[in-house]
């Protein structure tokens, strides 16, 4: 998308909802994941599994991730999360942030036994299939884990686009546009308006329920 078309759908987006201008209108450009899922294969899993029993083995973990504010509530992060639809999971490959102190933070909270339970509790949720060059958990569905056993890492970590929106979310007379790279894709854009999450068809402007 050419800076001729970001303005000219910004321009839509205001006079559809008979806001002041374009400048009114922020267009917020997403990351996108755009590759095949492919079966997971037992290597991965295996490798899957040499990392968790190497974190059992570190010594103390103080592994600290800071959460960053934004105003945009829960269900409007996973709106624009489920939009891009996992491009920051690449990074979690076959280890999935699965340190020790994420590892002893799940064992105490599910009262597990010993770690060959919780180890076979994480390899249990390894998804048949995951996006190819992504992490082991990335299924068709997003993350395969519970958000109580995913690392500090993958519940807190916010993309810079992420840290752009929210502005003005809640004020009247301004609206945010979240663009996917892949826009073209039907899902890939959103709007973020009055304090409420839409997609949006702009060909249409047919808006979804939030």
Same mark, same amino acid.
């Given at each position: 998308m050419?800076?001729?078309? !970001?303005?000219? /759908?910004?321009?839509r987006?205001a006079?559809?909802?008979? /806001?002041?201008g374009p400048?009114k209108v922020?267009?917020v450009a997403?990351p996108?994941?755009k590759v095949?899922?492919e079966p997971v294969? /037992?290597?991965?899993?295996d490798?899957?599994?040499a990392?968790?029993?190497?974190? #059992? ?6 592994? %600290? ?10 269900a409007?992060l996973l709106?624009v999360?489920r939009t891009? %639809?996992g491009?920051c999971?690449?990074?979690?490959e076959?280890h999935?942030?699965?340190?020790r *102190?994420v590892? $002893?933070r799940v !064992? ?6 010993n770690?060959? $339970? ?6 249990d949720?390894?998804p048949?299939?995951a996006?190819?060059g $992504?992490c082991?958990y990335?299924g068709?569905?997003g993350?395969?884990?519970?958000r ?6 993958c519940?807190r #970590?916010?993309?810079?686009?992420l840290?752009q /929106?929210?502005?003005? #979310?809640? $004020?009247a007379g301004?609206?945010q546009? *979240?663009?996917s790279?892949?826009a073209?894709?039907?899902? %890939?854009m959103l709007?973020l308006?009055?304090?409420?999450t %839409?997609?949006v068809r702009?060909?249409t402007? !047919?808006l979804?329920?939030?």
């Open positions: 050419n800076e001729q078309e !970001k303005h000219q /759908l910004r321009t987006v006079e559809r909802l008979r /806001l002041a400048e922020d267009l997403l996108a994941m095949h899922m294969t /037992l290597a991965r899993k490798q899957l599994a990392s968790i029993e190497a974190a #059992f083995d570190a010594r103390i973990d103080r592994t %600290r991730v800071r959460k960053t504010p934004t105003p945009l509530d829960d409007s709106a999360c891009c %639809r491009a999971c690449k990074s979690g076959n999935a942030y699965l340190t *102190a590892l $002893s !064992k105490a909270e599910q009262r597990m036994a770690e060959a $339970s919780l180890l076979e509790s994480y390899l949720r390894v048949e299939a996006y190819q $992504s082991i990335h068709s569905q993350c395969a884990l519970p109580s056993m995913r690392s500090e890492t519940n #970590f916010l993309c810079y686009p840290k /929106l929210g502005r003005d #979310f809640s $004020s301004y609206a546009l *979240a663009v790279t892949v073209d894709e039907e899902g %890939r709007l308006s009055d304090g409420e %839409r997609r702009p060909e402007w !047919k979804a329920s939030p």
